[in-house]
């Protein structure tokens, strides 16, 4: 039995002007396994905020289930459900040091005095935070202020965490040491985790699982390489990293191999789960990573170089291939130098890293 279970969740909310309805969760079933990390992922407005916020009762379900441990907490109030939440704001007290806010929760539970200072202890050195109990926010930095509000969620001992776009407002190079830490902390505590975010990068460092969601619904639910590598469709394949779409035909199937006419040639490519038949029209999911750039390569694809652009870490070109511009990034360090702008060239493409799905 999975730990927590969402089951055909529902969420209409009234539309302005009072004429209707929008569904912003539309029959949303997932499970979580206790001790998983899963990232809810998707554009703005796709219903990830809203059913966080379903999950931890600051919403009601129009219709449809939420069970923890066994449990149908649907209809009970925030602080009966066991969890606790790292919001995008942090949320913590001005007016409070480091050690009042993170025990706040616990005062309110009336625990002993010495027992709130033994699990604020436990996590201000789970969190980093040793020595900035007296502290004020005011006088930390907000990866500093970001440990604080994870520290009061944790020091609660919930059984599942909720988090809400916690490092959203932090600068590029604080983000990535934060992505680190909180995913040690996690794993040192074994705590459920549900964390929202529309950064793909994020969702994919933090998460054992991630659930592309878009208009209310689920587009696919798998690790990180699954959503990355074997997009469910195009909307995942272009959301998650990006991608080059091609048009093409299955020309003939050889084992778990398909051979697909693309672009004015020959691919061999793998065959998806969903197998794929002789004659059928393909939508063929291609990463710019995917793309092998060797200017001598006679038996490859002829293209055109359309821009060329410096990366630092990665050189990002267009290139055109039979009328049609594909984007291909190549490691700085693989070349000396960098094709200009229309310098004439023959592609290939990494054989197991292309995807297919079908063309709708």
């Known amino acids: 039995m999975p730990y927590l279970s969402l089951q055909n969740l529902v969420k209409k909310f009234p539309a302005r002007g009072g004429s209707g309805e929008v569904l912003a969760v539309d029959h949303v079933n997932l499970d979580i396994e206790r001790g998983e990390f899963v990232t809810l992922l998707g554009p703005s407005g796709c219903g990830k905020t809203t059913t966080l916020r379903l999950i931890a009762g600051f919403e009601f379900p129009t219709s449809g289930r939420i069970v923890l441990d066994g449990r149908d907490i649907a209809s009970l109030s925030p602080d009966k459900r066991e969890m606790s939440m790292v919001f995008q704001s942090y949320a913590i007290f001005p007016h409070l040091s ?3 806010n993170i025990a706040y929760g616990l005062k309110i539970k009336k625990l002993p005095k010495d027992e ?3 699990k604020v202890a436990r996590v201000l050195e789970l969190t980093d935070l040793v020595g900035l109990e007296n502290r004020a926010p005011n006088q930390l930095s907000g990866g500093q202020q970001q440990r604080v509000a994870l520290a009061r969620a944790l020091v609660m001992e919930p059984k599942v965490l909720l988090l809400d776009e916690p490092l959203s ?3 590029a190079k604080l983000r990535e040491q934060m992505r680190v830490e909180l995913r040690r902390i996690q794993s040192q505590l074994g705590i459920t985790s549900v964390y929202v975010t529309h950064d793909q990068v994020e969702a994919m460092a933090l998460s054992d699982r991630i659930v592309v969601m878009n208009q209310g ?3 696919q ?7 990355y590598r074997q997009p469910a469709n195009e909307f995942v394949a272009n959301f998650i990293g990006r991608a080059n779409f091609v048009d093409g ?3 003939g199937v050889e084992g778990d191999r398909l051979v697909v006419k693309a672009l004015g040639g020959i691919m061999d490519i793998p065959q998806p789960p969903d197998a794929r038949q002789p004659g059928e029209q393909v939508r063929l999911v291609v990463r710019p990573e995917a793309i092998i750039l060797d200017g001598r390569a006679e038996d490859g694809f002829p293209a055109i170089v359309r821009r060329s652009t410096y990366l630092g870490s990665l050189i990002e070109y ?3 291939v039979a009328g049609q511009l ?3 990034t190549e490691s700085d360090v693989i070349r000396a130098s960098i094709y200009p702008e229309g310098a004439r060239l023959h592609i290939a493409f990494y054989k197991n890293a292309v995807y297919c799905l079908p063309k709708i």
């Not at 639910?221 to 959503?227: D, L, Q, R, S, T």
Request: a negative charge; hydrophobic letters at 55%; glycine letters at 4%.
């Open 221 to 227: 639910v798998g690790a990180p390489w699954e959503v």
């Open 169 to 171: 407002n932090l600068d």
């Open 318 to 320: 267009d290139l055109e």
């Open 217 to 219: 619904r689920i587009e």
């Open 98 to 100: 480091v050690f009042e």
């Open 326 to 328: 594909l984007i291909a």
């Open 249 to 251: 035909e299955v020309a």
């Open 116 to 118: 709130i200072k033994r």
